[in-house]
């Protein structure tokens, strides 16, 4: 049985092209134009993954409201925006709703296809019991390589995909300065300089939320970070 | 702006308030008009006073027949004299020329004559005129009063009225009563109007006193004698009286014009103090109500005010309103520009996305890839327009620390030197922590900024220099190339949004002139400063930034 992912984007062209890529890659597609019909929708059948775009229409905030309801739905469907927005304060305000990946529109086909397949994968060995396969381990980090999780001193850090994936970049050869541009390919994310300095930040601070002395991500400036052991 | 050779408000009011001095002109004037009319009353006076006597005199020929009491030589002369000019100009009969002898009778007859005279004379004489009464001869027959005026009732003032007068004597001459009473003897010398009194026609005269202190009129009528002149009648008076009158006007004038003048000029002045104060308050509001970012402020200057300048200051205040949404408008132009076309170029990108996973022929794909390369060069586009934006609002949430300045330069110019492999970067930075306060990410975002100008100007293989120095309470970070110097009529807009001295021209990278606005919002964020100035000797350009240390 193919998975259920319900697009909710307003402009009738894109979510066309993004319904019939998804479709070509075996998945169910489900197209919405609207908050309404996508939440009645929704509430019938939960998809098992969902693509929202937050303004919808004439509702600038449509998207946050439909996370938000669609949290309250289940807290285990996994919730991308995908938005024009890219301002500081609609990033955190959308990760803040619960969902599981903040990306812009100028995110390309593949990189989206990229998290949506690692999203799916979370969601799936979520359920099944912990098996530590493919984990890499830096100290006191673990990383789960297929379950996309990371855990600081054995306590969970919650990021998200793209901040797995920074991590994940980091994290691979310690020491290494990486720099913005390389961090955002290895994110499969296309952004400016300043929203990967502003997701290191986040990822400090969800870090330091574990432990607050946390000091392992470092800038180099001009360069990049690098992981201190 | 300020022109050098204005006349400023309070100096335009004084200069028009010199009009006042057409006041104590006209006053000057009506004095003098009084003056006239009032030495022409006097002169009126004096006649009807002269044809008094004279009449009280007509057909007595005895009395003026008499020799006069004094008889000295000097007289005598004098009285030849004016007989000899009178007879040249054929006044007198040749006879009448012979002198006298005085006889004992006669000088008796004639004293009694002359103290007759004098009672006639004291009836109708006053304390400031002189009479006297003259014969045919020329000679005096009697003399009453004096010319001059006692003094005690010229001075009977307060001590400050008389400060006053001396001060006003400066500008206005009061008349003396200290002048020389001229003996008769000079006056019949020169008198025209005893001359024409004698040949039957009253006269009138004005003189100055032999030492030219005081005026004197005179009048002088005719004694009859059935049909011929026996004799004048000479009254005399200063005019001073008029005189001390026109003075005591004058004076009086000058005050009032005076306090007339401080007051005035004292309303004037205030006046045109609170009118300059409250327009320089205005200009100062309105010049400094765009700020050096370019945000407008609220004018509240005279906003209240009834009058013009209230007027003035709401039009200004609906003017920058109407400029403030407009320039809101154009603020949020460009990052509601991007925004609104990062889904057209969505629509774009995921169809071209779309294409490239269909099976195409090669000549598609070629035609994608074009496409998605001019796609990318958008994109850039629009991340610089939305940059300064977005740098804005990340400044308004930016959280402050302390770091050091030093090792982000170090770190920032290592990473340079990899990034720009065309230009050499020489950094000279002291090896202590120089600890300034702020973002140390936005400080290497402005130092990217301020080295991608240096390179880009910078002739190839030239160096690009950078340095960082204490510099009192203040660390200065100076980045030189030695580039084009910059062009004059840009310098002091260098750092404001949308402005570039690059020639408009096609490259892979779009300009849009907001690098150094970039670096200006990151150094101000600092609380810092930043300029640009070509380097000494034309080598180049310097940029300067000062950041405040923390100490």
């Known amino acids: 049985m193919s998975r259920r992912i319900a697009i909710v984007e ?16 075996g998945f169910e597609v489900s197209a919405y134009g609207a908050r309404a019909e996508a939440l009645a929708a929704m509430r019938a059948r939960l998809p098992d993954l969902a693509v929202i775009d937050i303004g919808l229409g004439s509702d600038a905030d449509a998207g946050f409201e439909l996370c938000r309801e669609l949290r309250a739905l289940s807290a285990s469907l996994p919730i991308i925006f995908l938005t024009a927005r890219d301002s500081d304060f609609d990033v955190v305000s959308g990760l803040r709703l619960g969902a599981d990946d903040y990306l812009t529109k100028e995110v390309s086909l593949p990189h989206l296809l990229a998290r949506i397949a690692a999203l799916f994968r979370r969601a799936e060995l979520a359920r099944e019991p912990a098996v530590a396969e ?89 360069m990049g970070y690098r992981w201190k052991e | 702006m300020k022109r050098r050779f204005a006349l400023g408000l309070r100096a335009q009011l004084a200069l028009v308030a010199l009009a006042l001095l057409a006041l104590p002109w006209a006053g000057v004037s009506f004095v003098n008009e009084l003056e006239r009319t009032l030495l022409a009353g006097q002169e009126r006076a004096l006649l009807a006073t002269a044809r008094a006597v004279a009449t009280a005199l007509h057909d007595r020929p005895l009395l003026l027949e008499a020799a006069p009491a004094r008889d000295d030589a000097v007289r005598r002369e004098a009285e030849l004299e004016l007989q000899r000019i009178a007879q040249s100009e054929g006044r007198l009969p040749q006879t009448a020329i012979a002198q006298l002898p005085l006889a004992r009778e006669a000088e008796l007859a004639a004293r009694k004559a002359q103290e007759e005279i004098a009672a006639i004379l004291r009836g109708v004489q006053r304390t400031e005129s002189r009479l006297w009464v003259v014969n045919r001869r020329y000679q005096v027959l009697a003399l009453e009063g004096g010319l001059r005026r006692s003094t005690r009732e010229v001075h009977e003032d307060g001590l400050l009225r008389e400060a006053w007068r001396h001060v006003a004597g400066w500008l206005i001459r009061r008349p003396s009563e200290d002048f020389a009473e001229a003996v008769p003897d000079d006056v019949l010398a020169t008198g025209r109007d005893i001359a024409s009194a004698l040949q039957g026609t009253p006269g009138m005269r004005t003189r100055l006193t032999p030492d030219g202190r005081a005026v004197v009129m005179s009048a002088a009528h005719p004694v009859w004698n059935a049909t011929e002149v026996a004799g004048a009648v000479v009254v005399e008076e200063t005019t001073n009286p008029i005189a001390s009158l026109r003075s005591d006007a004058l004076e009086r004038l000058l005050l009032l014009t005076l306090v007339a003048f401080v007051g005035a000029a004292a309303i004037l002045i205030g006046f045109a103090t609170r009118l300059s104060q409250r327009i320089r308050r205005l200009r100062d509001e309105a010049e400094s109500a765009i700020d050096a970012r370019g945000r407008l402020a ?36 460009a990052g509601r520009l991007s925004h609104e076309l ?27 890839a074009r496409a998605e390369e001019g796609l990318a060069r958008l994109n850039t586009i629009l991340q610089r327009m939305s940059e300064a934006t977005r740098l804005e609002q990340a400044l308004r949430t930016a959280e402050r620390e302390r770091y050091d300045l030093a090792a982000v330069v170090r770190g920032c110019v290592e990473g340079y030197r990899l990034a720009y492999a065309a230009t050499p970067i020489v950094l000279e930075a002291p090896a202590r922590a120089l600890e300034v306060s702020g973002s140390p990410d936005l400080a290497a975002q402005m130092l990217d900024k301020l080295v991608e100008n240096a390179a880009e100007f910078s002739p190839p293989g030239e160096t690009v220099r950078v340095w960082l120095e204490e510099q009192g309470r203040y660390a200065l970070l100076a980045v030189q190339n030695r580039g084009p110097t910059l062009p004059a009529e840009m310098r002091s807009r260098l750092f404001e949004s949308m402005v570039s001295v690059r020639e408009a021209r096609s490259g892979p990278v779009p300009h849009l002139g907001l690098g150094l606005y970039v670096a200006r919002l990151i150094a101000e964020f600092h609380g810092g400063a930043i300029e640009a100035a070509d380097a000494p000797g034309g080598a180049g350009v310097i940029v300067r930034v000062h950041l405040p240390l923390t100490r």
């Open chain 1, 134 to 222: 493919e984990t890499l381990e830096r100290g006191a980090l673990a990383l789960d390589l297929k379950r996309f999780s990371i855990t600081w001193r054995g306590k969970p850090v919650a990021l998200t995909l793209t901040e797995f994936w920074m991590v994940h970049a980091l994290v691979r050869h310690p020491g290494h300065v990486k720099n913005r541009e390389q961090l955002m390919r290895e994110a499969n994310l296309v952004v400016d300089d300043g929203t990967v300095t502003s997701h290191v930040k986040r990822i400090r601070r969800k870090f330091q939320a574990v432990d607050a002395g946390f000091e392992h991500i470092e800038t180099a400036y001009g």
């Open chain 2, 298 to 333: 609220r004018i509240a200057a005279g906003s209240d005010a009834g009058d013009e300048i209230g007027d003035l200051s709401r039009s200004f205040s609906a003017m920058l309103a109407r400029l403030a949404q407009h320039h809101v408008y154009l603020e949020s132009m």
């Open chain 2, 342 to 368: 990062r889904t057209p170029i969505a629509v774009v990108r995921s169809s071209l996305e779309n294409l490239k996973l269909a099976a195409a022929p090669e000549e598609i794909r070629t035609y994608v």
């Open chain 1, 10 to 25: 307003d402009d009738p062209a894109i979510r066309a092209n993004y319904a019939e890529a998804l479709r070509k890659h």
